[in-house]
Structure formats: C-alpha cells, structure tokens
C-alpha cells in the first residue's frame, strides 16, 4: 500500500491505498467526516472538491503521524485533568 495525499483547497488527509482511484474514494470519506463542522454551521451539505490525488512525501507522512500522536496526548490528558 500506499500513502497518498487527497486535497481540497483547504483541507487535506492521508489515506492508504492502492492506487490514485481508490485513494480518491477514500480521501472523500474521510473529507466528509473532516467537513461535518461545515455541515453543521451552514445546516446543508458541503460541496467536496478534491483538487488533489498524490503521492504522499515522507516529511508530510511524519507530520501526520506527529499530528495525531498529539491529538491523543491532548486528550489523554485533559482526560486525566478532569479525574484529578
């Protein structure tokens, strides 16, 4: 598998894939699921428009992985802020 890198204009994701097609299929879910913020401001659906399909660099893959690992500290700790 590979790591590609799906666009819109203002919002990006990482998927695995085989290849470029089936990275787009699944870059839209996972834009859907990033757009839902929208859904709910606007009270309609957002419009998806990817611009982009490709390859993933190395340096974007460890931001993303670097990202996350953060999301999850974040909360592991305000999780245990909260219990103390």
Known sequence: MTTWLVATLARYVL????????????????????YADLRERYGRDVLINILTVRHATDAETDLWHWHHKMLAWDADWQARRQDG
């Open 15 to 34: 998927v695995e894939a085989e290849d470029e097609s089936t990275a787009r299929e699944l870059g839209h879910v996972a834009l859907y699921d990033l």
